[in-house]
């Protein structure tokens, strides 16, 4: 069975750093591409970053790029994302998502492209 689990959210000032990790099952974990997206209160999901396997080739969001840092470590089965200098627009329930399928690079910023998800977490950036 397929699983993803985010932890690692919270409330942080802004300025402040945050860790999201994504546990995944180790079937999920051979995907060639792995995703975080976010949405935000009254807004549709948007892209944040994105992690190729086995190259780790990386791809950012133009508002988080320089702050956020997506990485994985194959041996735990986990996908991270570090997140420096929040601002209080990056409040939102994050997901982490995977896919079977190698995706171009125009695919990867399209949630519709990922076939599986986990529960999303919930930042919040506020003073």
């Known amino acids: 069975q397929v699983q993803l689990v985010e932890s690692g959210g919270g409330l942080v000032q802004p300025g402040g750093s945050l860790r999201l990790s994504c546990a995944a099952s180790?079937?999920?974990?051979?995907?060639?591409?792995m995703a975080w997206f976010r949405q935000a209160p009254g807004k549709e999901r948007e892209f944040v970053a994105a992690?190729?396997?086995?190259?780790?080739?990386?791809y950012a969001a133009d508002s988080v790029r320089g702050r956020f840092t997506i990485s994985r470590d194959n041996a735990k089965n986990t996908m991270y994302l570090q997140m420096n200098s929040l601002k209080l627009e990056d409040t939102g329930v994050y997901y982490c998502?995977?896919?079977?399928?190698?995706?171009?690079?125009?695919?990867?910023?399209?949630?519709?492209?990922?076939?599986?998800w986990g529960q999303g977490i919930q930042v919040t950036i506020s003073s």
């Open positions: 992690i190729r396997r086995p190259n780790t080739n990386t």
């Open positions: 180790e079937r999920t974990f051979t995907t060639p591409v």
């Open positions: 998502a995977a896919t079977q399928r190698s995706l171009i690079l125009s695919s990867l910023r399209q949630e519709n492209a990922y076939d599986y």
